[in-house]
Every structure is written in C-alpha cells, then in structure tokens.
C-alpha cells in the first residue's frame, strides 16, 4: 500500500541533544514538507521540498535541518538551537501541481 | 504576510448542519483546501476550491469567494463521528506547494 511513514511514533529526548525525525512515502511524489503542531496554533510550516536536493525554509525553520537526498525521504533533525521542541510533528507530501497533500500519522517529540 | 482567520471552536447536534467560516489574506492566493483531523491523528483532506463556487462531495461542500478572501466548510446529517478539527490552508505562489494553515476549529457534535 502506497503512503507516508514516519517513524517513530512517540519520541523523548533530553535537553541539548539533536534528534532526527524520519520521513519517507512510496507515492512517488515530488514535494515534501514539515509541519508542526502546538496546541491552539495550528500547524506551521517548518521547511519544504519541490524536488530532490532542493529545499526551502518555512515560516519556522531556526534551530531545525532538512535534506532530501533521495525522493522518498525528507528527514528532519530537531537540533539544540530549537528553544521549544517539544510538539506534534507532521510530515507530508504531494504531487507537484496544485493537488493535495498526504500526511504521515505524526512524531510527538518530547524533550525533558 | 499570510493571515487565516477561523472560529476556534463550535457546537452542533447530531442531524444537524454546521457551516464553518474561513477568512483569509494572503498575497498570490493559489488555491483553498479543507482538512479533517481527529485529535491525534494525522489530517486528511476534505476538500479544494481555487475558483469561485460551491464545491459539493457527500455531506461536505466548500464555497470560495476570492475576492471576499472568504471560505466556509458545510456539514450536512451531522453525525458523532465528525466531532474533529477542521483546518482551513491556503497555497500561495511565494510557498510554491506548501500549505498554509490556519489555526482550525474544534467541532464538537452531540446527541
């Protein structure tokens, strides 16, 4: 079945370490992307990817890295620099034109 | 920069209608898009208006006025199971394919 895994489901980390967040879809699409979500705010735009070894900056992306060396995978490293990671983070992906986006089933980091 | 206005939370009874209001202004507007999520689950997308009109799939329809900056998301027979959030995101030139969200509505249906 062709979809969105990220992985793990549930994440805890201690204050200061730098945790990579897995990303990767079989539905040969495009563009990826990075979200995160906070209680009351919505999701927010961490970065995004049109296509591989290309990447842009969302609304939030201090203190967070990407790379998209391969189509199927956009991972995102949550570094120390982030002041408040903990949260819901989602991953998605969509075919280039203007069509919908899928999403994973979610990462809930938290940090300690 | 983006601005995407919804009601934070509603209420309705089951067999009911609900119609939830999404305003926006955003600069190089290039499509609206609903989505569904159950509290801790990913979202999952309802609907897509890039032109002007009513949008109608099962007991969901979406209505766009572009000039308005103005959206609504229409649930029709109510039922237990809608009780989720219900995001509003629009794609704008400058985030290429990226989504922008706005905040979402807690709907909450009743017996």
């Known amino acids: 079945d062709g979809g969105i895994t990220q992985s793990p489901k549930y994440l805890f980390r201690k204050e200061g370490q730098n945790v990579t967040l897995s990303c990767e879809q079989n539905?040969?699409?495009?563009?990826m992307y990075w979200y995160r979500q906070d209680p009351g705010q919505g999701l927010r735009l961490i970065y995004y990817?049109?296509?591989?070894?290309?990447?842009q900056k969302g609304d939030i992306a201090e203190g967070y890295s990407v790379s998209r060396e391969k189509k199927e995978s956009f991972p995102l490293t949550v570094t120390s620099a982030q002041k408040n990671p903990t949260a819901f983070y989602l991953c998605a992906s969509s075919i280039r034109a203007n069509t919908e986006a899928f999403f994973g089933q979610g990462t809930r980091l938290t940090v300690v | 920069g983006q601005n995407i206005d919804q009601p934070t939370e509603m209420t309705a009874t089951e067999g009911a209608i609900v119609q939830i209001n999404c305003t926006y202004q955003?600069?190089?507007?290039?499509?609206l898009f609903w989505y569904q999520q159950h509290a801790g689950e990913a979202p999952t997308f309802l609907s897509y208006n890039v032109l002007d009109g009513l949008e109608e799939k099962g007991r969901f329809s979406s209505f766009l006025s572009r000039s308005k900056g103005y959206s609504y998301l229409l649930l029709k027979e109510l039922q237990m199971k809608d009780s989720a959030s219900y995001l509003c995101?629009?794609?704008?030139?400058?985030?290429?394919?990226?989504?922008?969200f706005g905040k979402g509505t807690t709907l909450s249906v009743s017996s």
């Open positions: 539905l040969n699409h495009d563009a």
């Open positions: 990817s049109q296509i591989v070894n290309d990447f």
């Open positions: 995101a629009v794609k704008v030139r400058q985030a290429g394919t990226a989504l922008i």
């Open positions: 955003t600069s190089g507007f290039n499509g």
